[in-house]
């Protein structure tokens, strides 16, 4: 104890913070102090994300001074010292301050910093790293999760994410760095007053003049996405937008959801209230920081959500239809190893390269030979769409927003497409089950006990298991009729998330049944997995 005190001493000596050395004075005689000591949060699957609070293990001012020092070094050793950087925030708690420490390092380190004006979406950040050709883009955001967190994204050139070994080396360049006092901080920055406009032009102009009109129920969750997205739309030709208004300005709390995530039950429901009351064409719903979005539609006379893997094949098909082959001679389109595997049959119908990723974007964008040739869309189940490559290389919530709308309108029913897509290439019925844990341990335990004595079926169902160790901590079990179960912890979240598949064949005079039964295979597919886990 006597060392973790001393630890704890030095760090507070070190903070920028009186309020966090206060805090973590404060914790000192508290068994909550070796939490808060036990080491910098690490490059996850996009970025740094943690509670924001005192100490070494989460989301501060000294952390993120830390942190960008060894950004900066790490950049000026890669021959990108001076270059520019551009830095941008959501409106969680603590990110104006982050944003200005950040911006500060990097400018005192000599870089040409640019900043966002003012809480703004994490792709619009993605956007202006790749237009202004910066070597790195940060934007200080935690998207979809809880209240208590924020984080730390960070683009590299062309507004990528890192992948290994630059994440290892970054956090390498970090515990060399010296406490957060002694790191010089500047305000010699510029600020990026032009950045949204130009972002909001490139978005609208996928959308072609609508076919008709069209009515939008739309939620940003609190978020950042509701002005821009609305004015998206607007220069899309998309007037008729109606937001929840107790959901449409920046709120930290979050007041009106447990989760700010399309995906969490409940989430939504006020967004689809609102859809039957104005009698909407679509629903449309953004997270916090606006990369992702999921769709709402009518459906036998009553509103639901579209899964992210439905909402990625009918954007995906939109895509492929309309695709310039001169532009595009060599087109690819990519998901992840967790995602619904029609887009494989889609891509195959429509002649064009396919992969499939691990899990996360910064995997999805360098699809196929490693640097995402010839790309013009990708999805992962999660409500994250790719749908204009060259200008955004990660999801982005708004341009998928506009693409959507620009299908939607067609005058044809989204609802119709995807049986036109379930009779073409199979009923697709996925889902998820999800362990939120408060100890990690459970986690690594319980894919070290599944490892050890996997499962010989599923279901009723014979499977066969595959471990992807050393590449990423996931197991895929594999059964006829499309089972498909890839169990993983989460890279953002406290989670063991395991996703399902299951696919039954279907004709124009068979879809219904073949729908029930694929809704009942998923339904025992869950509740085995469920067991599974939580065995």
């Not at 970025?47 to 070094?73: C, D, H, K, S, Y």
């Not at 950040?125 to 070597?135: E, I, P, S, W």
């Not at 909001?200 to 609508?210: C, F, I, K, M």
């Amino acid at each position: 104890m006597d060392g973790l005190r001393e630890a704890a001493e030095r760090w507070i000596a070190g903070d920028v913070d009186p309020a966090a050395r206060a805090e973590l004075r404060a914790l000192l005689d508290s068994p909550e102090l070796a939490d808060r000591m036990s080491g910098m949060p690490t490059f996850g699957t996009a970025g740094l994300r943690g509670p924001v609070r005192a100490g070494a293990n989460g989301m501060n001012r000294a952390v993120v001074i830390r942190t960008t020092a060894g950004v900066a070094e790490w950049l000026s050793a890669q021959g990108n010292g001076g270059g520019i950087v551009v830095v941008g925030r959501d409106a969680r708690r603590g990110s104006e301050d982050f944003a200005a420490d950040a911006a500060g390092v990097l400018a005192a380190a000599g870089f040409d910093v640019r900043v966002m004006p003012e809480p703004l979406p994490t792709p619009v950040v993605a956007f202006a790293t790749r237009a202004l050709d910066a070597v790195a883009g940060i934007q200080i955001t935690a998207s979809h999760n809880p209240p208590q967190d924020n984080g730390y994204k960070l683009y590299l050139r062309g507004g990528i994410h890192l992948v290994g070994p630059s994440d290892t080396e970054i956090e390498a360049a970090i515990a060399r760095t010296p406490d957060a006092a002694s790191v010089p901080r500047s305000r010699d920055w510029s600020v990026l007053d032009n950045a949204l406009d130009e972002y909001l032009t490139r978005v609208s102009s996928l959308a072609r003049p609508p076919a008709g009109p069209l009515r939008i129920a739309a939620t940003a969750l609190h978020g950042v996405g509701a002005r821009p997205l609305r004015e998206a739309l607007r220069r899309a030709g998309f007037d008729d937008v109606h937001f929840v208004a107790s959901q449409s300005e920046p709120d930290p709390d979050f007041p009106t959801v447990g989760f700010p995530n399309p995906e969490e039950p409940g989430a939504t429901d006020a967004l689809l209230e609102l859809a039957e009351e104005i009698d909407a064409d679509l629903a449309i719903a953004l997270d916090p920081d606006a990369d992702r979005c999921a769709l709402g539609i009518r459906e036998d006379g009553s509103w639901r959500m579209l899964r992210g893997d439905e909402t990625g094949v009918l954007l995906a098909q939109h895509v492929l239809s309309g695709l310039d082959r001169e532009e595009h001679p060599d087109p690819l389109v990519a998901t992840t190893i967790v995602s619904a595997t029609m887009l494989r049959s889609l891509a195959a119908e429509h002649g064009v390269r396919y992969d499939e990723t691990l899990t996360g974007f910064k995997w999805l964008v360098r699809a196929g030979d490693g640097a995402g040739t010839g790309l013009v869309y990708a999805y992962e189940e999660a409500l994250g769409h790719c749908v204009d490559p060259d200008h955004v290389r990660d999801k982005d919530g708004i341009s998928t927003a506009v693409l959507a709308c620009d299908l939607a309108a067609r005058g044809r029913s989204l609802s119709g497409m995807l049986d036109e897509l379930s009779i073409a290439h199979g009923v697709h019925r996925t889902g998820q089950v999800s362990v939120r844990v408060t100890d990690l341990a459970v986690i690594a335990e319980t894919m070290r006990r599944l490892r050890a004595d996997p499962p010989e079926e599923l279901a009723g169902s014979p499977v066969a298991v595959r471990d992807l160790l050393p590449g990423t901590d996931a197991l895929v079990l594999t059964g006829a009729g499309g089972l498909r179960v890839v169990i993983r912890p989460s890279g953002t979240e406290p989670k063991l998330k395991c996703y399902l598949q299951v696919v039954e064949a279907a004709a124009d005079d068979t879809l219904d049944t073949a729908k029930r039964v694929a809704a009942q295979r998923l339904s025992e597919l869950e509740d085995a997995v469920a067991d599974l886990v939580r065995d």
